[in-house]
């Protein structure tokens, strides 16, 4: 693809008109697909799109449901949902204002913004409706909710807030993007059911006990469970000791993988034809090894063929890369005058003669960022090694996927 048709807004629109081209391209007994990096970045965006709004929807019907069971009431249900869908709204809004891409880990955010808003606007609720019973009109009740709960909501919102805040001092820029947004988000979310919450409740529509009663099963099942900790509060911590002691051990077990086919629908045509390829060639992703030699040598010169003829053998070596393609692949069959007689710009995709410097590349399968690391350390170990026997020479490890494998450790570290 030519420089930025690999990216919004134009990935969307290059890979549509090469899919309907090789679509118009294929006969019977013939199939064609369409894979690599621009296109698998864009089918797993779309399919982020619709994950998104299918979740948030169930995510807003869910609270819905949940509200209606809780509050025993139309009008109850209503104040309780909008505010929080509207503090959603509000975190989508804010980032874009901010100019934040969505990806997975930002697709989150309205629904997390959703989750809090719906627990602070319940809160909200039953509160008010204590001070009807006792004879408060709607207004007061209105004002007595947001200076006693929501004192309370706000500083848990507050905490929430500086706890996803930290994350700006990751080193990935994703988490950081995440984490300003989910911040936002959490006070977005309170600052809407605070101001809109005891709005609504304390309209005609909505005032005095047409809020609804409480739901009685609720209040005594809470009772029971509060009964029931205090009566053997002992062996409960116990027992919570004990477990977060094994959940600890178990977590720090955990380790980080990650591979492209899981951000894709599993019916996906980039994901068949991701598998195809995987199997058949090796892999879509790519790794690459730069050399650098001194000065005093030229890229026709046999020593360079004889070190990128190691690197081959490295890489053939390894677990998941192979099929290397150099410079050493092109003229290994040609004569020694013949090579030297090539013009660098008939290789120029492989080599930069002004630059001294040459790519290996290869092809890696998507088998999960866990094993490419392990794949790509003892490659690098390797390379270091070549270095220390040829003084001058420089082997650098590189490629979106080596750079990936590395990002998914990082991450787990932040």
């Known amino acids: 693809m030519v420089a930025g048709a690999d990216r919004p807004p134009r990935l969307g629109p290059a890979v549509a008109s090469l899919e309907r081209l090789l679509q118009q391209s294929e006969t019977d007994g013939l199939e064609i697909q369409l894979t690599g990096l621009p296109a698998l970045r864009y089918q797993a965006a779309a399919a982020l799109r619709r994950d998104m709004l299918l979740f948030n929807s169930l995510g807003l019907l869910l609270a819905v449901v949940l509200s209606a069971g809780i509050a025993r009431s139309i009008r109850s249900t209503l104040v309780a949902c909008v505010p929080p869908a509207v503090g959603a709204v509000w975190a989508m809004g804010l980032l874009g204002l901010c100019g934040a891409p969505i990806n997975i880990l930002t697709s989150v955010v309205p629904s997390l913004a959703l989750v809090v808003g719906t627990c602070d606007s319940i809160h909200f609720i039953e509160d008010m409706r204590r001070s009807v019973r006792r004879g408060l009109d709607p207004l007061a009740a209105s004002t007595g909710a947001v200076r006693r709960v929501g004192t309370a909501c706000g500083l848990t919102s507050l905490v929430t807030a500086i706890g996803f ?23 977005a979310s309170f600052a809407a059911v605070t101001l809109l919450t005891p709005l609504l409740a304390s309209t005609r529509f909505c005032q005095g006990l047409k809020l609804g009663r409480s739901w009685r099963l609720a209040s005594r099942a809470a009772g029971t469970l509060a009964a029931f900790s205090i009566r053997h509060a002992r062996p409960i911590a116990a027992a919570g000791l004990v477990g977060t002691l094994l959940l600890t051990l178990l977590g720090l077990g955990v380790d980080a993988d990650n591979r492209v086919i899981d ?99 290869s092809r890696v399968s998507d088998a999960g960022s866990r094993q490419l690391e392990t794949v790509y350390r003892g490659i690098e170990e390797q390379l270091n090694q070549l270095a220390v026997a040829h003084p001058g020479w420089q082997f650098d490890l590189a490629g979106m996927s080596v750079v990936s494998a590395r990002n998914i450790r990082q991450l787990v570290r932040d």
């Open 165 to 187: 805040a930290s994350l700006a001092a990751a080193r990935i820029e994703a988490v950081r993007t995440f984490g300003i947004a989910a911040a936002a988000g959490a006070i």
């Open 263 to 361: 951000a894709l629908p599993r019916r996906a045509e980039a994901a068949r034809a991701l598998r195809a390829v995987d199997a058949e060639f090796g892999g879509v992703m790519g790794v690459d090894v730069v050399v650098q030699w001194p000065a005093s040598t030229d890229w026709r010169d046999e020593t360079v063929l004889a070190r990128l003829q190691e690197i081959h053998g490295i890489i053939e070596a390894s677990d998941a890369a192979s099929r290397p393609l150099s410079l050493a692949s092109v003229v290994s069959g040609m004569p020694s005058r013949a090579r030297q007689r090539l013009p660098a710009t008939a290789v120029e995709e492989l080599v930069d003669a002004d630059a001294r410097m040459a790519i290996v590349r």
